[in-house]
């Protein structure tokens, strides 16, 4: 028996436009829906149902609103009733800066989660310094949490900024606390940390019984001395308050005392600058060899999908390179290329994936370390042609400039660098005549360098990480043979221990520590590795994720 079953690919489109234009002529309308501002309109409860799981439940279940003709909807304004009633007849709706709040507050209401994304959105592509304090606590309000997400990291990322603006003043004591203790804010020095929380307190003469609390948010310990002497020391509403002078006795004590006590407080917040933990669960790995050849290539690596995806390409070849986080973006130091030693610098911004020239380096350097500390970033040793180097210079983004700090007591070059605390360590390396078991530490506060408890045995091209007030040194070659030996620094105690060693032995190791776990990525032992190790320090146990695209050594790796 013939049959033929036939869809049309215009009924859809016709039915809409006909419920329009019964919508727009009150034809067959059953239902008047009535606003708190005066504003009525008659529509179909079909089709309501149809487009909004709220007037599903009111029309088909047992409500009282069942069987009236005109019903009255509170919390809603008529101009956001009317975008969204006409976006269930005609899939379309008009959002801008006057009525978003509205429409928003509405679809959730409404239980319309197409446009409270689309709204979402919206806000998102509208973010700027004067509003984002308040569109993170209007996204809070209506658990969009990736909204909320968005707005709060560009309030960190444009942290002095934000707090130049009337939404700042106005925040709760809740929420500036909340902003002021944020770990990853973008700034010069603790010191604009402490003006934020000035012009909060001063904004309001009955703020000023809130300055304790406010001021345990600012690191009083890590501002410079003479910041503390010309500014903070000067301030009534401080040394009036009995809690907020203790603090101050505390922030001078801090910053008089030798690095050797400092090195005991590594765990208290208050005593070390804010050390960026990145703005999202990203793991990047940059650069190296592969095979033996230098590449320019980098990946990401997505913790919750366990995958590696690529980024945009270095604009230079290079291996042998420092790779740290700053303010959301990835900086790609020194290397070599083509016969020469390298002192350029590249930053990689993970939201526009794009790769951007930085300010070289004072120094060519090819084997160092680099990491960033108090909103600086810090480039330590390596090589330059025949020399090992024991120089040291730092970064200022908001100078853009180089400078040179005190130099390492040792040179060194396959070196490990990781901070913890507010203190740089160098970590083992070779001096050109032998492998290192040392490791130094410094204070930027008093730029000095001094020794801490030497490893057990010596080691160069290992990788370093901090987590939970400890330096886990990693992997690594002894001259003999390649590493899976993993030993931890205490900083309270000033000694070493072991943890459970890698699964496999690994040299030129890139390391980074995400969401309580170190990675343990790449590396050389005899062959060129694509596998990932993970550490648990709750059970002290490394497991493998999934590999690289491809074999990666002397390359670097961060989190963003």
Same mark, same amino acid.
């Given at each position: 028996?013939? *049959?033929?079953?036939?869809?049309?690919?215009?009924?859809?489109?016709?039915?809409?436009?006909?419920?329009?234009?019964?919508?727009?002529?009150?034809?067959?309308?059953?239902?008047?829906?009535?606003?708190?501002?005066?504003? /009525?309109?008659?529509?179909?409860?079909?089709?309501?149902?149809?487009?909004?799981?709220?007037?599903?439940?009111?029309?088909?279940?047992?409500?009282?609103?069942?069987?009236?003709? #005109?019903?009255?909807?509170?919390?809603?304004?008529?101009?956001?009733?009317?975008?969204?009633?006409?976006?269930?007849?005609? +899939?379309?709706?008009?959002?801008?800066?006057?009525?978003?709040?509205?429409?928003? =507050?509405?679809?959730?209401?409404?239980?319309?989660?197409?446009?409270?994304?689309?709204?979402?959105?919206?806000?998102?592509?509208?973010?700027?310094?004067?509003?984002?304090?308040?569109?993170?606590?209007?996204?809070? %309000?209506?658990?969009?949490?990736?909204?909320?997400?968005?707005?709060?990291?560009?309030?960190?990322?444009?942290?002095?900024?934000?707090?130049?603006?009337?939404?700042?003043?106005?925040?709760?004591?809740?929420?500036?606390?909340?902003?002021?203790?944020?770990?990853?804010?973008?700034?010069? =020095?603790?010191?604009?940390?402490?003006?934020?929380?000035?012009?909060?307190?001063?904004? +309001?003469?009955?703020?000023?019984?809130?300055?304790?609390?406010?001021?345990?948010?600012?690191?009083?310990?890590?501002?410079?001395?003479?910041?503390?002497? +010309?500014?903070?020391?000067?301030?009534?509403?401080?040394?009036?308050?009995?809690?907020?002078?203790?603090?101050?006795?505390?922030?001078?004590?801090?910053? *008089?005392?030798?690095?050797?006590?400092?090195?005991?407080?590594?765990?208290?917040?208050?005593?070390?600058?804010?050390?960026?933990?990145?703005?999202?669960?990203?793991?990047?790995?940059?650069?190296?060899?592969?095979?033996?050849?230098?590449?320019? /290539?980098?990946?990401?690596?997505?913790?919750?999908?366990?995958?590696?995806?690529?980024?945009?390409?270095?604009?230079?070849?290079?291996?042998?390179?420092?790779?740290?986080?700053?303010? %959301?973006?990835?900086?790609?130091?020194?290397?070599?290329?083509?016969?020469?030693?390298? +002192?350029?610098?590249?930053?990689?911004?993970?939201?526009?994936?794009?790769?951007?020239?930085?300010?070289?380096?004072?120094?060519?350097?090819?084997?160092?370390?680099?990491?960033?500390? &108090?909103?600086?970033?810090?480039?330590?040793?390596?090589?330059?042609?025949?020399?090992?180097?024991?120089?040291?210079?730092?970064?200022?983004?908001?100078?853009?400039?180089?400078?040179?700090?005190?130099?390492?007591?040792?040179?060194?070059?396959?070196?490990?660098? %990781?901070?913890?605390? &507010?203190?740089?360590?160098?970590? &083992?390396?070779?001096?050109?005549? /032998?492998?290192?078991?040392?490791?130094?530490?410094?204070?930027?506060?008093?730029?000095?360098?001094?020794?801490?408890?030497?490893?057990?045995?010596?080691?160069?091209?290992? &990788?370093?990480?901090?987590?939970?007030?400890?330096?886990?040194?990693?992997?690594?070659?002894?001259?003999?043979?390649?590493?899976?030996?993993?030993?931890?620094?205490?900083?309270?105690?000033?000694?070493?221990?072991?943890?459970?060693?890698?699964?496999?032995?690994? /040299?030129?190791?890139?390391? #980074?520590?995400?969401?309580?776990?170190?990675?343990?990525? %790449?590396?050389?032992?005899?062959?060129?590795?694509?596998?990932?190790?993970?550490?648990?320090?709750?059970?002290?146990?490394?497991?493998?994720?999934?590999?690289?695209?491809?074999?990666?050594?002397?390359?670097?790796?961060?989190?963003?």
């Amino acid at each position: 028996m013939s *049959s033929l079953r036939y869809l049309s690919s215009n009924n859809a489109s016709l039915v809409l436009k006909g419920l329009e234009s019964l919508l727009d002529l009150e034809e067959l309308c059953d239902v008047t829906l009535q606003t708190e501002d005066g504003i /009525s309109i008659s529509a179909h409860r079909n089709v309501l149902s149809v487009g909004s799981p709220y007037f599903k439940a009111m029309f088909t279940g047992q409500l009282k609103e069942r069987r009236k003709e #005109a019903i009255t909807l509170k919390g809603v304004t008529g101009e956001a009733l009317r975008c969204i009633v006409r976006f269930v007849y005609t +899939s379309s709706i008009h959002v801008t800066e006057t009525n978003v709040d509205d429409i928003l =507050s509405a679809s959730d209401l409404f239980q319309m989660k197409e446009i409270t994304n689309v709204c979402c959105q919206f806000l998102k592509e509208q973010l700027r310094p004067s509003n984002c304090l308040g569109i993170a606590a209007i996204a809070g %309000g209506f658990s969009c949490e990736e909204l909320w997400s968005e707005a709060r990291k560009y309030a960190v990322k444009h942290f002095t900024q934000v707090t130049k603006c009337d939404e700042f003043k106005d925040l709760s004591l809740k929420a500036v606390k909340q902003l002021l203790s944020d770990e990853n804010v973008c700034i010069r =020095s603790e010191e604009d940390v402490y003006d934020a929380a000035m012009e909060w307190i001063s904004s +309001s003469e009955e703020r000023s019984k809130y300055c304790a609390e406010v001021f345990c948010c600012v690191r009083l310990p890590v501002l410079s001395p003479s910041f503390l002497n +010309s500014h903070v020391l000067s301030n009534e509403w401080l040394i009036n308050d009995p809690e907020c002078k203790q603090m101050l006795e505390e922030a001078l004590s801090y910053a *008089s005392s030798p690095t050797s006590e400092k090195r005991k407080q590594s765990l208290a917040t208050r005593m070390r600058p804010r050390i960026h933990t990145g703005f999202s669960d990203i793991l990047v790995a940059i650069g190296g060899l592969h095979l033996g050849c230098p590449v320019a /290539s980098g990946e990401r690596y997505n913790l919750y999908t366990d995958e590696w995806l690529p980024i945009e390409d270095m604009p230079t070849l290079r291996y042998g390179i420092a790779v740290t986080q700053l303010h %959301g973006k990835i900086f790609c130091l020194g290397g070599f290329e083509s016969g020469r030693f390298l +002192s350029t610098v590249e930053t990689y911004n993970p939201e526009e994936n794009l790769w951007t020239i930085q300010p070289p380096m004072l120094v060519s350097r090819k084997y160092f370390g680099a990491t960033s500390l &108090g909103g600086k970033l810090y480039a330590l040793g390596g090589s330059n042609s025949h020399r090992r180097l024991k120089s040291v210079e730092c970064f200022d983004p908001y100078e853009q400039q180089w400078m040179f700090v005190a130099p390492m007591l040792s040179p060194r070059m396959y070196l490990a660098v %990781g901070r913890l605390g &507010g203190l740089l360590y160098a970590v &083992g390396g070779h001096d050109g005549l /032998s492998r290192l078991s040392s490791v130094e530490c410094y204070d930027p506060q008093t730029d000095e360098w001094s020794y801490v408890a030497s490893l057990g045995k010596a080691r160069s091209v290992a &990788g370093v990480a901090s987590l939970g007030g400890l330096l886990y040194v990693i992997g690594g070659f002894d001259g003999n043979k390649y590493l899976s030996d993993v030993d931890v620094y205490d900083p309270e105690t000033n000694s070493w221990t072991s943890a459970c060693p890698l699964n496999e032995q690994r /040299s030129a190791v890139s390391v #980074a520590a995400m969401k309580g776990r170190i990675f343990a990525i %790449g590396g050389f032992n005899g062959q060129f590795l694509s596998s990932v190790e993970v550490y648990d320090p709750e059970i002290n146990q490394w497991s493998y994720v999934h590999n690289m695209s491809i074999p990666r050594v002397h390359f670097g790796a961060a989190v963003v």
